[in-house]
């Protein structure tokens, strides 16, 4: 009777998920595990919700213990190997991807996460491969190309991470991310006229995104306007310091000593 109810309070917890129910989805569960504290299927669920409310200490723990009681549970690994990126843990999120990988190399959601996972921890070469795989498989999948192009610009691989950044625009014309990559791109190829319009695209989409505001600054630099790269910074300086971003507030305030200066190094 105790899995019965077990397992009807785990389904009960699922459809108050999906139903975007998180405090619901949680009691449920509780009871469901308080019920039968060996249901893999409760944990598991328990932490998809814990993953939702990001709280992703207890959500690895639940995983943790589904994989415990189920050490077959696929989808238990794939799940916990996103949360581990989410906290940046990329070597025991690529371990999770490629376990999950080795019963399922088709599995895109898995891929994705571990190209983010190798691309994030500095292995640009082999997340452009996952990231290639994934596209073959899911050639909407807009954040692909955005990722690949990003590990592909900092190879310094400029023409495919443009080729990858325009077909971004293609699936998402208002992708502000692409028009920002854009323009970092021809910032590095000294072409300071074009960045400035990729990066007032930009922020067209993204009008609050400091490190727009940072590199139209560099471009207008680079063309002699002082002032109006003065003027970025500050806007930059600002949205850093509302966004709660010490880090990157600071070191605009020391970029703009630095062009009233004369004295930023490009």
């Known amino acids: 009777m105790k899995n019965f109810l077990s397992m009807f309070l785990a389904g009960w917890g699922d459809s108050s998920l999906e139903r975007g129910n998180t405090g619901e989805a949680l009691e449920a569960l509780n009871q469901a595990i308080s019920f039968d504290p060996n249901n893999a299927i409760a944990y598991f669920k328990r932490g998809l919700v814990r993953t939702e409310l990001k709280d992703y200490d207890q959500a690895i723990q639940d995983f943790n213990q589904a994989i415990k009681i189920n050490p077959n549970h696929v989808v238990a690994y794939s ?17 999770d991807c490629n376990r999950v990988l080795g019963f399922n190399p088709n599995d895109g959601f898995t891929r994705y996460n571990r190209g983010l996972s190798y691309l994030k921890a500095g292995y640009h070469k082999i997340a452009i491969q996952d990231f290639t795989q994934v596209i073959i498989n899911y050639p909407k999948l807009v954040d692909a190309y955005r990722y690949r192009a990003f ?7 400029y023409s495919r991470a443009m080729e990858d950044y325009n077909q971004v625009l293609v699936l998402d014309p208002s992708n502000f991310y692409a028009y920002y990559g854009l323009g970092l791109i021809s910032v590095m190829n000294k072409d300071a006229k074009s960045a400035i319009e990729l990066f007032n695209q ?18 207008r630099y680079m063309l002699g306007d002082h002032r109006g790269a003065i003027d970025d910074l500050q806007k930059a300086a600002n949205f850093f310091l509302e966004q709660g971003d010490m880090e990157g507030y600071q070191t605009t305030l020391n970029t703009i000593k630095d062009c009233e200066n004369r004295q930023l190094t490009l």
Do not use: C, M, W
């Open 202 to 219: 930009s922020l067209k989409f993204a009008p609050n995104f400091a490190p727009t505001y940072s590199y139209r600054a560099i471009a």
């Open 79 to 95: 799940h916990r190997g996103f949360v581990y990126l989410q906290v940046e843990n990329y070597k025991a999120a690529v371990e």
């Open 151 to 157: 590990a592909y610009a900092i190879l310094e691989d």
